[in-house]
C-alpha cells in the first residue's frame, strides 16, 4: 500500500472519531488549542499503527489521547503555577445547553492528580467500566475505582444544584449584558446573588483583576467602573449561548478583541461571573 493510500486508509477509520476524542483531550487539559495537537498526535500514531491488529480502534485512540494528555499535563501544571491572573478553560460556545463538564466542574477538576481526573472523566463521564479505564491509564482497577472515588469526592461542590431552563438562562444571559454596559446599576444588583463572585481571564495580555473578587459590594463596585468603560468605549454583543455549559455571551470590545462571559446561575440568581479575555484562549472563536 502507497504511504497515500496508507494516510487516507487511516482517515476514513480515525475522522468519525475524532469528535469523541477532541472531547477526552479537552477535558483532560482545557485547552482547544493543546486538545487538537493531542488528537493530531494521536493520528500520527495510528497511521504508522498496525491497524488490521487493533480490534476496537476508538478504544485505542481514546486510550492514546488519554496517555498523551498525562504526559502534557505535567508541563501545563507548571506552566499554570505562573499564569497570570486566575486561570480558566478556554470558553466552548454552543446554541444548546447540555454541556457533561459545565466550567466549574473543569475548574474543580484543576485540582485533581491527573490519574484522579483521568479515572473519573472516562468513568463518570464517558461513561468506561473500570476494566477499561484501567486499561487505558496503566493502572488496576482497584485503584481506579479508589482514583475515581476521590476525584467524585472533590468535585461534588462544583456539580450544578440548579438546572436552569434554557431560554431563561439565555434571557438573564442578556439582560445581564444590557445591565452590565448600559450601568443600570439597579437592575444588574438585581440579578446578582449576594455571595457573587467575579473570575476574570487576561492571561496577562488584556485588563483584568489578577485575583477573584468576592461578595455582592465588590462586584458592583467593579461592574460600575466597567459600564463606564464600556459605554465610553463600546462592547458589541455578538451572540448569546452557552459557554462551558453556563448561559453566557460573546462580546466583540472595543480593542477589537472578542471576550466570552458565562454566568453560574443559583436559586434564579448570577452565583459567579466568569469572564475570559485572553486572545490566546478565544482564537477559535473566530
Known amino acids: 500500500m502507497t504511504v497515500k493510500a496508507r494516510s487516507e486508509d487511516a482517515a476514513v477509520s480515525f475522522e468519525p472519531l475524532r469528535p469523541k476524542l477532541l472531547r477526552v483531550a479537552y477535558r483532560m487539559l482545557g485547552s482547544v488549542a493543546d486538545a487538537e495537537d493531542i488528537v493530531q498526535e494521536a493520528f500520527s500514531r495510528w497511521m504508522r499503527a498496525d491497524r488490521g491488529e487493533v480490534r476496537e480502534p476508538e478504544a485505542f485512540l ?3 489521547v488519554t496517555r498523551l494528555c498525562l504526559d502534557q499535563l505535567k508541563s501545563v501544571r507548571r506552566e499554570r503555577e505562573t499564569y497570570v491572573g486566575p486561570w480558566l478553560p478556554d470558553p ?6 447540555g454541556e457533561d463538564v459545565t466550567l466549574p ?4 477538576l484543576e485540582r ?3 490519574l484522579e481526573r483521568a479515572a473519573f472523566l472516562l468513568h463518570d463521564v464517558f461513561g468506561l467500566g473500570f476494566e477499561e479505564v484501567a486499561e487505558t491509564i496503566q493502572r488496576d482497577p482497584a485503584t481506579c ?3 475515581a472515588g476521590r476525584a467524585r469526592t472533590h468535585v461534588r461542590e462544583a456539580r450544578p444544584r440548579f438546572q436552569v431552563e434554557k431560554q431563561r438562562g439565555l434571557a438573564l444571559a442578556e439582560a445581564f449584558f444590557a445591565a452590565s454596559r448600559s450601568g443600570d446599576m439597579k437592575a444588574l444588583g438585581a440579578m446578582l446573588a449576594a455571595d457573587v463572585s467575579l473570575h476574570a481571564d ?14 455582592f459590594d465588590a462586584v458592583m ?3 460600575e467602573y466597567l459600564a463606564a468603560r464600556f459605554r465610553k468605549n463600546g462592547s458589541k454583543l ?8 453556563l448561559p453566557g455571551f460573546i462580546t466583540l470590545e472595543a480593542d477589537g478583541e472578542l471576550s466570552t462571559t458565562a454566568l453560574e446561575i443559583e436559586d434564579g440568581k448570577v452565583a459567579a461571573i466568569y469572564v475570559v479575555g485572553n486572545p490566546d484562549k478565544l482564537r477559535h472563536l473566530h
Open 105 to 108: 466542574l473543569m475548574l474543580a
Open 92 to 97: 466552548l460556545v454552543e446554541e444548546e445547553e
Open 62 to 64: 481514546r486510550c492514546t
Open 238 to 245: 455578538i451572540r448569546a449561548g452557552f459557554v462551558n455549559g
Open 112 to 114: 485533581l492528580s491527573p
Open 221 to 223: 463596585k467593579v461592574h
Open 145 to 147: 475505582r479508589q482514583l
Open 202 to 215: 487576561g492571561g496577562g495580555k488584556r485588563p483584568a483583576a489578577t485575583e477573584p473578587i468576592f461578595g
